[in-house]
């Protein structure tokens, strides 16, 4: 057979060295979306037995985030196995619909969630509990702000490598969690103090009150996943020339 010419040899090299930068990549991403799952469970369990041990509506409540958030972290789970099977980092057209609708799910199973949350805060607040733990309360948090950290440095990272839908949505996720974790960890840490010093009855408001703001948070992001993605879903199909 001919050799291939000079040019031809070039344009093949270039092929293979970005082949092997894509696997690199989906490697890199592939690892960071299954730290994030399997980790996900235990911290979940985590913040349900603490919960119901410290007696804290603030970390029952953020036990119930983590599992609405397993549906999503599922679905992205399963995108990108979907997204190897490719080879292409950017999300195939069916890929972004599941996205889409997992973000969907999330956000309407979120709604009835903070509402039963809300109602529990107002009641909570009304007549406060006798007895909460807040050394038990605080056990997760540090373990689960570790995790935020972690993810959202590592996601930050491969943004600036690769342009990837996927991976967008991990670093602005894990950048608010990081932010939300420091605020609930100050918040504990403060209540926990306050029964230290004899102002037990004011941490007893708290606990409560930061349960309130969490309800609050996931109902504003539940009614903008809701709406946003059912837009999206119920949007014509792309032009044949992007699909």
């Keep these: ?43 979940a369990l985590a913040f349900l037995v603490a919960g119901v041990m410290a007696n804290s509506l603030t970390v029952l409540s953020i036990a119930m985030d983590y599992g609405l958030s397993f549906i999503v972290q599922l679905f992205a789970f399963q995108s990108i196995r979907a997204i190897q099977e490719s080879n292409v980092i950017k999300f195939p057209y069916g890929t972004g619909k599941l996205e889409n609708f ?20 107002v009641a909570r607040i009304l007549s406060p509990a006798q007895s909460i733990s807040f050394t038990i309360a605080q056990i997760p948090l540090l373990p689960s702000l570790a995790r935020s950290v972690y993810l959202f440095l590592r996601s930050r ?49 708290l606990d409560p009150a930061m349960s309130l ?6 109902l504003y992001t539940g009614v903008s996943l809701t709406v946003g993605n059912f837009k999206i879903l119920m949007d014509l199909p792309l032009p044949e020339a992007e699909q």
């Design 157 to 205: 990272r491969l943004q600036r490598q690769v342009d990837s839908p996927l991976l967008d949505s991990y670093y602005a996720g894990f950048k608010v969690a990081t932010y939300f974790d420091i605020g609930v960890v100050l918040a504990i840490g403060t209540a926990w103090a306050l029964t230290r010093n004899g102002y037990g009855a004011a941490a007893y408001y």
């Design 102 to 121: 997992s973000g969907f799910l999330y956000g309407a199973l979120a709604i009835p969630t903070s509402l039963y949350i809300l109602y529990f805060s």
């Design 1 to 43: 057979p001919a050799a291939a010419r000079p040019g031809e040899k070039e344009t093949m090299d270039d092929n293979s060295n970005t082949d092997r930068d894509n696997d690199a990549m989906l490697r890199q991403l592939k690892r960071l979306v299954d730290i994030a799952f399997y980790s996900l469970i235990p911290m």
């Design 213 to 218: 703001v969490l309800s609050l948070y996931m």
